[in-house]
């Protein structure tokens, strides 16, 4: 293959087919080509044409997307152009979720009847409740907000209604008010207490506190650097581009299902281990190392393959994760309010050794945002099962905001990826009272 401009000025990609000597003249646009523009290259007209084979795609782009931008190599994360850094900073989480789902910071009114409608759909229908109440004691509280997410979509059967932009608005209002209820309550049924309802006196994050560690006081007011800290890292979740859980919203909204269904797909790919539980897996790497006199004896062991290095590399950013930075810091914030962790001198000294090493250097091995994050949810006293339910919740706009763009973009269709079949065929059938004579 040769990349050559052609004469008309436009970037192209030469082909040549050296099954056929054929060469094909396939156009470039932002830096990508058209799968379907290999399907014009074939053997003969009776052949399948040219498809790519991309497990996980790894070099293969789904979507045009405005939501969020990364530089893996130059360890960027923006939001609709905005850099992270100033957002975690400067902003807050709900003003964050305004601008992924419509694009632009709000004005002060549109903030404001923004945080209104949304603290004012935070009560769920007491079915749900019911609903929640009935999973076994020992259920574990993202299969809970899973089916939870999911159910709300027989409470809301307009969401089905996709072409009505007032519609998708209040479907989407409602599942980011909604699902610090739910994760809440998932939380409090795993310790056998009584649900607290939401407290519509109180921000977003502060009310989410309020309904998991209430007891008996009249009103739980939480520690301002603690709901700091968490609105923090609900920012840093808020999305991450086409990750696995993004890509199931979209493949599954892409059949025109209703967004709480679409979300619940979302939230069941997050459960899973290679997607949300690596700070969890971060926790058990420091508990198993033990102290800071072991350290050594471990990094030996990753780098003759017997230990895994757990909370460092990402598949995207191949410089510092900018997340990992920020939450850092919000950890020490948490840490002056909570005390310090002791797992968390094991885990700067395991930072400090991998950002000089050259074994880890070479091989961009970075602290990514697993790294801090799992430490900070065990210093607000969550089990290790809650840590997908708090990702989930940041990820909530994230995840409606893919949505939204995909339900408009007229580009999209329902996804259905091709196959490269390795099976048998053109077997006879034998009956089985011969087959088993």
Same mark, same amino acid.
């Given at each position: 293959?040769?990349?050559?401009?052609?004469?008309?000025?436009?970037?192209? %990609?030469?082909?040549?087919?050296?099954?056929?000597?054929?060469?094909?003249?396939?156009?470039?646009?932002?830096?990508?080509?058209?799968?379907?523009?290999?399907?014009?290259?074939?053997?003969?007209? =009776?052949?399948?044409?040219?498809? !790519?084979?991309?497990?996980?795609? @790894?070099?293969? &782009?789904?979507?045009?997307?405005?939501?969020?931008?990364?530089?893996?190599?130059?360890? @960027?994360?923006?939001?609709?152009?905005?850099?992270?850094?100033?957002?975690?900073?400067?902003?807050?989480? /709900?003003?964050?979720?305004?601008?992924?789902?419509?694009?632009?910071?709000? !004005?002060? =009114?549109?903030?404001?009847?923004?945080? +209104?409608?949304?603290?004012? +759909?935070?009560?769920?229908?007491?079915?749900?409740?019911?609903?929640?109440?009935?999973?076994?004691?020992?259920?574990?509280?993202?299969?809970?907000?899973?089916?939870?997410?999911?159910? /709300?979509?027989?409470?809301?059967?307009?969401?089905?209604?996709? !072409?009505?932009?007032?519609?998708?608005?209040?479907?989407?209002?409602?599942?980011?008010?909604?699902?610090?209820?739910?994760?809440?309550?998932?939380?409090? +049924? &795993?310790?056998?207490?009584?649900?607290?309802?939401?407290?519509?006196?109180?921000?977003? !994050?502060?009310?989410?506190?309020?309904?998991?560690?209430?007891?008996?006081?009249?009103?739980?007011?939480?520690?301002?650097?603690?709901?700091?800290?968490?609105?923090?890292?609900?920012?840093?979740?808020?999305?991450?581009?086409?990750?696995?859980?993004?890509?199931?919203?979209?493949?599954?909204?892409?059949?025109?299902?209703?967004?709480?269904?679409? @979300?619940?797909?979302?939230?069941?790919?997050?459960?899973?281990?290679?997607?949300?539980?690596?700070?969890? &897996? @971060? /926790?058990?790497? #420091?508990?198993?190392?033990?102290? $800071?006199?072991?350290?050594?004896?471990?990094?030996?062991?990753?780098?003759?393959?017997?230990?895994? /290095?757990?909370?460092?590399?990402?598949?995207?950013?191949?410089?510092? =994760?900018?997340? &990992?930075?920020?939450?850092?810091?919000?950890?020490?914030?948490?840490?002056?309010?909570?005390?310090?962790?002791? #797992?968390?001198?094991?885990? %700067?000294?395991?930072? $400090?050794?991998? %950002?000089?090493?050259?074994?880890?250097?070479?091989?961009?091995?970075?602290?990514?945002?697993?790294?801090?994050?799992?430490?900070?949810?065990?210093?607000?006293?969550?089990?290790?099962?809650?840590?997908?339910?708090?990702?989930?919740?940041?990820?909530?706009?994230?995840? #409606?905001?893919?949505?939204?763009? %995909?339900?408009?973009?007229?580009?999209?269709?329902?996804?259905?990826?091709?196959?490269?079949?390795?099976?048998?065929?053109?077997?006879?059938?034998?009956?089985?009272?011969?087959?088993?004579?």
């Amino acid at each position: 293959m040769s990349n050559e401009a052609s004469t008309s000025g436009k970037e192209t %990609l030469t082909v040549r087919d050296n099954r056929t000597g054929q060469d094909y003249e396939i156009p470039i646009t932002d830096g990508t080509i058209a799968a379907k523009d290999l399907g014009q290259i074939k053997i003969g007209d =009776d052949q399948p044409g040219l498809a !790519t084979y991309d497990p996980g795609f @790894v070099n293969t &782009a789904s979507c045009r997307s405005a939501v969020t931008y990364i530089d893996g190599d130059k360890g @960027v994360l923006e939001y609709r152009g905005y850099p992270i850094e100033q957002l975690a900073e400067k902003s807050s989480f /709900l003003e964050v979720a305004y601008l992924l789902i419509h694009g632009s910071l709000p !004005t002060k =009114d549109e903030m404001d009847a923004w945080v +209104h409608e949304i603290t004012y +759909h935070t009560f769920v229908h007491e079915n749900v409740k019911s609903f929640m109440e009935g999973f076994r004691y020992d259920a574990h509280p993202m299969g809970m907000l899973m089916a939870s997410v999911g159910a /709300l979509s027989t409470f809301y059967p307009d969401a089905r209604n996709i !072409t009505d932009a007032d519609n998708r608005h209040m479907q989407i209002v409602r599942m980011i008010a909604k699902m610090p209820t739910l994760g809440a309550w998932s939380f409090r +049924h &795993a310790q056998g207490k009584p649900f607290v309802y939401p407290d519509n006196d109180l921000g977003y !994050t502060a009310n989410f506190l309020s309904m998991l560690f209430k007891m008996s006081e009249k009103k739980f007011e939480a520690d301002e650097r603690l709901v700091k800290a968490l609105d923090t890292l609900f920012i840093l979740h808020a999305d991450h581009e086409q990750n696995c859980s993004t890509n199931a919203v979209r493949s599954v909204g892409s059949s025109e299902v209703d967004p709480y269904s679409a @979300v619940a797909a979302g939230v069941a790919a997050l459960y899973g281990p290679l997607h949300g539980g690596a700070n969890e &897996a @971060v /926790l058990r790497m #420091l508990r198993r190392i033990g102290s $800071k006199s072991e350290i050594p004896a471990f990094m030996e062991g990753v780098k003759n393959g017997n230990e895994r /290095l757990m909370g460092f590399g990402h598949r995207v950013y191949k410089n510092y =994760d900018p997340r &990992a930075k920020i939450i850092k810091k919000s950890a020490e914030d948490v840490f002056e309010v909570t005390g310090t962790n002791p #797992l968390l001198d094991i885990a %700067l000294e395991l930072e $400090k050794i991998a %950002l000089e090493d050259e074994y880890f250097v070479k091989r961009k091995l970075y602290p990514n945002v697993d790294f801090y994050s799992g430490l900070i949810y065990e210093a607000f006293q969550f089990p290790p099962e809650m840590f997908t339910v708090l990702f989930a919740i940041g990820r909530t706009p994230g995840w #409606l905001a893919q949505w939204l763009e %995909l339900v408009q973009d007229k580009d999209q269709k329902i996804a259905r990826p091709k196959q490269i079949y390795t099976g048998d065929r053109q077997l006879t059938f034998t009956p089985a009272s011969e087959r088993w004579a």
